[in-house]
């Protein structure tokens, strides 16, 4: 059996779940590579994958015998087999923070289980936790990431929309080997900078913009996720002390970032510099980083939880100034034992383009 | 107060709803244009739209006060504000499509209702009969795709990897005023054409190849649609008859796609006709396309409702033989009274491409 899937047994016979259906698509891609639609039952004494007919000749050419996951074309799959998968099942996990209240409502009906459990992101807080693999693939989007990232570098020139840097970063990631965005790219200049999830609009680059810019690709379903605030011909006075203060406050955030690092209190040491100096952290420090962009673990002031060995997470301070202007530096970063590796290794001091 | 919120007021009235919490982002986005995160709660005297600091300043520019929408900051939005929003409802709409089983819990707990009703995809049948500048929206997102695949039969060569025409789709996207895909693009060539959803992969067009292309994007939100199997250098012979049935289908659909038309009956068509020939339809004949690229209605041979006028959906049905090709032709189409307008105007006959 793969070692992900023997995992997850061994998990739940910790807590005496007999079964499980998972239903996230990430978590199953997660424990069996299968990127498709489909439901994963684990059940007392087999692995199934229950999908349709569009999937079905896909998956069974991902799948070994190793695997030993069964697949099922749902349309083979009737009513008296839902009744019977779990049938010697007291009680089956589902994952009630991914399936729908109407789905769930559907579960209770076809699979007649008696008793369906919580499992509290149980999947999730494993994944945060990355093998080598992950972290190969996940140093692949950040590296494409940084790479694009020098290019625009000499690409951006004033006069320039928002909307032709963001097309020419997608353009980049494509062909530089990406399967496409971690999410939509955003390219906030001038004003527009002040809006902490800007849209990217068709306003063009003046001098004396700050220009931030926040883009990722995936990798084989692995996300980087990178910003910077760069500038157009200069930096205006009134940006570099916003600058040098978020810019502080990240570098202090590596610093801070390692095993057994209490989550809430390094971010709590952000909002409160912040404070000090009359600004304020309006959104999360950071977030884990995987198959999805946003992941366990939340970092953030309110999290009382530590940081683990081989977690990747973002470190993105910002500050907004509304109907100003906006300062954000985001890298992604891998916690080790003593410390942290910078997955993200682009140029963190000012840096102006289209200086003539 | 917006038309589309006084409909749902007007809607809930006859439902004897008191109050209502709207979570799905696209459901907000047809109500309010709020393109965010955040829920709208539709109260008994008020409509609130509940975002956070990344979005408030973008929400508050897009809403005039003729909207009369209350936008607050979740940060200043206490749990005694929470009990009291639908503190005179007897019961509050939810949509249980949309939202977790988990965030039905925290609801629950959050907004301390009498009674949470399931709406039954209330709004989503609404946004299945589109108005007039919806179907502007949708002509144009078609009009990109139609032109993006004219462009497409020059560019295709015997040699290209299926990925490099897929990057040359989106790159076309980009740069011809699309916001981006409605979906990830789909080209699969010779033996991978066979599977109904292929993933696009690194194989190079051979001489002889069906090319089915699955792509479509988004124009101010909404997704366009469409299908060509498509072939290199030749039409393989036993290409035609597979071709031919399938094209013969997909021109009697549009025959018989009109307001009060049956789905079930004109499914069922394709389904008897494909298994009088030796096959089968293995996914559905096509689906409803607006701001989610599958919508209501879903058209397929166990669906016995009736299409309307202005709704959008697609025709698409194909023929896959497993380990050797498959065929899928699809368009984006607007229901009409007596028939229906075809939004994509491409080739449906043989194109062969690379044609030296």
Redesign the interface.
């Known amino acids: 059996m793969n070692t992900k899937i023997k995992w997850l047994r061994d998990k739940m016979k910790g807590l005496d779940l007999q079964g499980m259906i998972v239903s996230n698509p990430n978590n199953i891609r997660y424990l069996t590579g299968i ?2 639609e489909g439901v994963l039952l684990i059940t007392r004494k087999e692995n199934i994958y229950i999908t ?4 079905i ?2 998956v069974q050419a991902t799948l070994t015998i190793d695997d030993e996951i069964i697949v099922n074309n749902s349309r083979d799959v009737s009513q008296y087999d839902y009744e019977n998968f779990f049938s010697f099942c007291e009680n089956v996990g ?1 994952e ?10 559907n579960y209770l009906q076809k699979y007649k289980v008696n008793n369906f459990e ?1 499992t509290e992101n149980m999947i999730e807080k494993q994944r945060a936790i990355k093998d080598e693999e992950e972290i190969a693939l996940l140093q692949k989007a950040c590296t494409i990431t940084d790479d694009c990232f020098s290019y625009l570098c000499n690409f951006i020139k004033i006069g320039m929309s928002e909307k032709q840097i963001a ?1 020419e970063i ?2 980049y990631f ?2 530089h080997g990406a399967d ?1 965005l971690s999410f ?1 790219t955003i390219v906030a200049s001038g004003k527009n900078s ?6 990217t609009t068709e306003k063009h680059i003046m001098a004396g913009d700050p220009i931030t810019i926040d883009f990722g690709c995936k990798y084989k379903g692995y996300c980087s996720d990178m910003t910077r605030t760069i500038f157009a011909g200069y930096v205006p006075e009134k940006a570099k002390k916003v600058y040098d203060l978020v810019l502080k406050n990240q570098l202090q955030t590596l610093k801070d970032m390692k095993e057994g690092a209490n989550i809430k209190i390094f971010s709590r040491n952000v909002e409160n510099d912040f404070k000090l100096n009359g600004y304020s952290l ?2 999360s420090l950071g977030h884990g980083v995987g198959l999805d962009i946003h992941e366990i673990p939340f970092i953030n002031g309110n999290n009382d939880n530590i940081l683990k060995a081989n977690m990747v997470v973002t470190d993105e301070p910002g500050i907004y100034l ?1 109907g100003e202007f906006g300062v954000r530096i985001e890298d992604t970063v891998l916690i080790t034992k003593s410390g942290c590796i910078n997955l993200t290794k682009s140029e963190k001091n000012y840096v102006i383009v289209d200086n003539a």
């Open positions: 990127d498709a349709d007919s569009r999937y000749e896909e589902f009630e923070g991914y399936i729908t209240y109407r789905t769930y409502k919580e097309y997608e353009k494509l062909e496409g939509e002040s809006k902490p999830h800007a849209k309006v959104h509304p």
